[in-house]
DNA sequence: GTTTGTTGAGAAAACGATTACCCAATAAAT
DNA sequence: ATTTATTGGGTAATCGTTTTCTCAACAAAC
């Protein structure tokens, strides 16, 4: 098991053309069972591993797909990334991963390196606010997907996500059955489609229960500034506020947090409840009541629609939505 | 911006020979500045890249590197794994990123995959028990490095790791100096190498203070059993325990969410501190204490280390280990 | 017994780059 | 004025596959 073996060497070593090798390789074209044999053996015995770069340059097709995301360890990210990745390596595509950190250059220089290197296909979870893929060149016609962030130009692509909205109905409609009469939104500065999402749920199951939005009186947003510092000042002027829904879990826990050093008890004074289902919501204490995003599904989904793509069986455009689970724990009893 | 421009285009282009436009790309070889203006001018209107594929074939060398990894969800590992990425990037390599679940038949798979589209070089990070490169055929040429825990064969490979046991040590320690006489170490099942050099620090910690490591009396060991049962059980058995050190911060926060469940306080009842010092540490109630490590410069001691085996300049073999740091918060006030 | 069809397999082109080798043309040295 | 270097750049081989053509051999059909 030392030197390198080509196709031809297979070749040799059985006795037959290197042609009569690859139809055997692929199980593509016509050839004898006992040749088969024969070249399988000889493969076996040598470890023989097809040079993907030759296959690549021959079909011009590299058996790989990019995936840009922006943060990779943040939570959701990396468990969709995790779970795509594990699929598409059993449909026999490897993923190069790319760490963009919400960077608009950086996005491109990685999708400049994925179109030399001839991905077959692109998943962009939570691009950037612009994001068109016909900022690079000739890279219109590499089939890709969208998650969790709908791209520039809305025809002709497909687009998954969570349904947020429902999640933040479902979430905050939980605050009011659980006893809350005014419940309040806290959102982080950052923009991103699936929180305007979550805000309009939020909104919405507020006037369904018969309160106006406002957003000087049922929002805060965490800053830079302390947590704890905000919580207190808001909690003074609105002594009312008696529910929070959190945008995310990082967020529901800084929040979680600050209420506990301020001596409020969740859920007897206040009720809260985040968004993303991460693991240590059970380990909070009190644990934390969240919403779950399906990623299993999301994965599935985003890769059964991406090599429908390649193949293209289908350039269909259309939005995929996905829908949550509310997970309610004792921030919420 | 439509078709797909070769290097023969572009030679056609701007009227010289493919050789030419070569040498202009990868400035090598000789040509006169006019030809190289040119030919760069061609290149900037076509939009012309690369093609990896041939690129690869031809030089025999990919530009691409594999990383494996256990589990990207988890907070180190995707940290790592994600400056790891970065500094690749910027070196002109990209990154093959491979979840291995800790499952050997899938590290083994995956292998083969990197060894096919023929990686210049891996990464291994917390490989399983018996991880040996030699298992993939001719793979034994890859050059190779590993982080977190340390290859079979400890000849002729580069082995990068955290200072488990000084931090562990330290972290100890700092339970006593904040107080506590009988302190614990809270372990979780699975085994891994960094455990075993945490769990070697907290006992020459506690024998440093006076006290011998006994396993049925200094360690409990999360399973799938309910923690805060477990908890309650061992500290009606064992009153005194006061302190402590669980061997990461997931099994941190779930011991004081136990703690915190049986009325216990902390760190007035019981000091405790983690590891890893994860992002929700500061916002947990209290605060919890922990030990840092420094992924940026294992990362980056990773990638030098790797390109330079890449580039065989010096194939030296080394275990190199990176200071962590103690982050004392409210946990052990 | 000639024609037709089928099966198995080889020869060679092509994919897009890099590079060793070659040869003009000009410059430098004698 | 001839030889010798140097410079610029073209030709063609090569990397390891896949695939189109081609054809021999044998079987089936007439």
């Given at each position: 098991m030392d030197k390198k073996y080509s196709i031809k060497d297979i070749a040799q070593l059985s006795g037959v053309?290197?042609?009569t090798v690859s139809r055997v390789i692929n199980d593509n074209g016509r050839f004898s069972e006992?040749?088969?044999?024969?070249?399988?053996?000889?493969?076996?015995?040598?470890?023989?591993?097809?040079?993907f770069s030759a296959k690549?340059?021959?079909m011009n097709k590299s058996f790989s797909v990019g995936i840009l995301v922006p943060d990779i360890s943040n939570y959701f990210f990396a468990t969709?990334?995790?779970?795509i990745e594990k699929i598409l390596f059993k449909c026999g595509y490897s993923t190069i991963i790319c760490n963009t950190a919400r960077d608009e250059d950086k996005e491109l220089a990685y999708l400049k390196m994925l179109e030399s290197k001839g991905i077959d296909g692109l998943i962009v979870i939570s691009g950037a606010k612009a994001f068109d893929i016909n900022k690079v060149?000739?890279?219109?016609?590499?089939?890709?997907?969208c998650i969790d962030r709908k791209p520039k130009d809305k025809k002709n692509t497909i687009f998954i996500?969570?349904?947020?909205y429902q999640g933040a109905l479902d979430a905050t409609d939980s605050l009011f059955n659980s006893g809350s009469k005014h419940p309040i939104i806290a959102t982080h500065k950052h923009y991103s489609s699936s929180g305007a999402d979550r805000l309009r749920g939020f909104k919405d199951s507020l006037e369904k229960h018969g309160l106006p939005f406002d957003t000087s009186r049922n929002?805060?947003?965490?800053?830079?500034?302390?947590?704890?510092?905000?919580?207190?000042?808001?909690?003074?002027?609105?002594?009312?506020?008696?529910?929070?829904?959190?945008?995310?879990?990082?967020v529901a826990i800084e929040v979680l947090s600050a209420l506990l050093k301020l001596g409020k008890s969740v859920p007897n004074d206040i009720k809260l409840i985040g968004f993303d289902d991460e693991p240590q919501d059970k380990h909070t204490y009190p644990t934390l009541s969240s919403v779950k995003q399906d990623t299993d599904r999301i994965a599935q989904v985003a890769v059964e629609n991406l090599i429908g793509l390649i193949n293209s069986t289908g350039i269909t455009s259309?939005?995929?939505?996905?829908?949550?689970?509310?997970?309610?724990r004792d921030s919420t009893l």
């Open positions: 053309s290197v042609a006992e040749t088969r044999k024969k070249v399988l053996k000889v493969i076996k015995e040598t470890g023989y591993q097809t040079n690549n340059l021959r969709v990334v995790q779970k060149s000739s890279s219109s016609k590499i089939p890709f997907i996500a969570s349904d947020h929002q805060i947003t965490l800053t830079t500034e302390n947590t704890t510092i905000k919580m207190e000042k808001v909690l003074k002027s609105q002594p009312e506020i008696d529910g929070i829904f959190a945008i995310n879990d990082t259309e939005s995929i939505i996905i829908p949550v689970e509310l997970m309610p």
